[in-house]
């Protein structure tokens, strides 16, 4: 839709949109993203020991976390901690809406499960609960993992329609937001960029990196149109809506632009505020330790289902042995193998598998 801003349209302050810059900057941050798979692990941790128990019980065909489930949930961790080590090492198509995006992919198991616990909640879904083991438990864990998933994820990973318009808009819900932002107090200014780069909706994004919608002065670059030129804006620039975190490779969106009374898309010209290199070094800035996160508000799982990121190791067949120990079989926990380091992870009838280190 080639509309024009409104002269009414709701547009962020100088204040507030350093504090959308900085929320950016932590949302899009490994340290984000490790603390999301740490909830993601403490839930997958909480399934393994309800389905543990489940079996010693001889419930494994009525509880509402069968073996199968549980795989499911495997599955999803182990995209989230791919999509964290790649993030670490500075990939950020891990947040795009495709075959690189582990994080979409992670989102998908922990997705269905907040809707299925919420319709059970609600009673449109009837579950076994007598022979389902820490069921609550089991939920305070998704629901957590789902709460911290949801803070980061919202403003940040690629939609699945690649048509919607940018996902951050200055509206009344931002601006509460921004009100209650944890990290409001910390100063960020507004990088001043040392090249200027800019890309007009349904262009393609150069590289990853906070943009922000800006209105372009067509009447400075008549030259450049008559001579076939791309139009360059000039200085001063008249932002035009919400920053956004755009993502490289992927083609640049419509803004959602709001007034007192009505919303609508608009096209833009979007200007590149700060490129997103961060961990191509493997460095991780020092203001990260400094992020504070408000989900989930409460830690609802008993210390008993943590365990530090590293504990948890997979392997697939043909891989060797790290480790000494007792081995699980991803899709099917009740199968299990002694191996010992240096042995060659075999085959489970015929077909290629994950193995999972038990835990004592």
């Known amino acids: 839709m080639n509309k024009t801003l409104p002269k009414n349209a709701l547009l962020p302050s100088d204040s507030?949109?350093?504090?959308?810059?900085?929320?950016?900057?932590?949302?899009?941050?490994?340290?984000?993203?490790?603390?999301?798979?740490?909830?993601?692990?403490i839930w997958a941790n909480a399934a393994e020991i309800s389905i543990r128990m489940a079996d010693d019980n001889g419930w494994g065909d009525k509880t509402a976390v069968p073996h199968t489930h549980y795989a499911s949930i495997l599955k999803g961790l182990d995209h989230c901690k791919e999509g964290v080590a790649r993030?670490?090492?500075?990939?950020?198509?891990?947040?795009?809406?495709?075959?690189?995006?582990?994080?979409e992919m992670a989102a998908r198991t922990l997705f269905h499960w907040k809707e299925l616990i919420n319709r059970i909640e609600e009673g449109e879904n009837l579950i076994d609960?007598?022979?389902?083991?820490?069921?609550?438990?089991?939920?305070?864990?998704?629901?957590?993992?789902?709460?911290?998933?949801?803070?980061?994820?919202?403003?940040l990973l690629e939609p699945r329609y690649l048509e919607d318009s940018a996902p951050l808009?200055?509206?009344?819900?931002?601006?509460?937001?921004?009100?209650s932002e944890v990290n409001a107090h910390v100063p960020e200014d507004l990088p001043s960029s040392s090249r200027e780069i800019f890309?007009?909706?349904?262009?393609?994004?150069p590289c990853s990196g906070i943009w922000e919608p800006i209105t372009a002065d067509v009447r400075k670059n008549l030259l450049?149109?008559?001579?076939?030129?791309?139009?360059?804006?000039?200085?001063?620039?008249?932002?035009?809506?919400?920053?956004?975190?755009?993502?490289?490779?992927?083609k640049a969106p419509q803004i959602l632009v709001e007034t007192p009374l009505d919303y609508m898309?608009?096209?833009?010209t979007w200007r590149l505020l700060w490129e997103d290199d961060r961990y191509i070094d493997g460095v991780i800035q020092?203001?990260?330790?400094?992020?504070?996160?408000?989900?989930?508000q409460k830690v609802n799982v008993n210390e008993r289902y943590t365990t530090p990121l590293e504990d948890i190791q997979w392997s697939e067949t043909g891989a060797i042995v790290p480790v000494s120990g007792k081995w699980l079989l991803e899709s099917e926990i009740r199968i299990s193998s002694h191996f010992n380091a240096g042995d060659i992870f075999p085959q489970h009838q015929g077909r290629v598998v994950r193995w999972v280190l038990a835990r004592n």
Not at 18 to 24: A, D, E, G
Not at 169 to 177: A, H, K, Q
Not at 231 to 242: L, M
Request: proline share 3%.
């Open 129 to 155: 609960r007598e022979h389902t083991p820490l069921w609550q438990e089991f939920c305070d864990a998704a629901m957590d993992a789902y709460r911290a998933w949801e803070e980061c994820s919202m403003s």
């Open 265 to 268: 898309e608009i096209n833009t």
């Open 16 to 41: 507030d949109r350093q504090k959308i810059f900085y929320w950016l900057k932590k949302t899009s941050s490994l340290t984000a993203w490790k603390r999301i798979f740490h909830y993601y692990q």
């Open 87 to 103: 993030l670490g090492k500075g990939d950020k198509r891990i947040f795009k809406f495709d075959a690189k995006g582990e994080f």
């Open 224 to 250: 450049a149109s008559l001579l076939g030129r791309k139009e360059v804006p000039q200085a001063p620039f008249e932002i035009a809506g919400t920053m956004n975190y755009l993502h490289g490779g992927s």
């Open 169 to 179: 808009v200055y509206n009344d819900w931002l601006i509460d937001e921004l009100k």
């Open 199 to 205: 890309i007009s909706t349904d262009e393609y994004v």
């Open 286 to 296: 020092t203001e990260e330790s400094k992020y504070r996160f408000r989900q989930p």
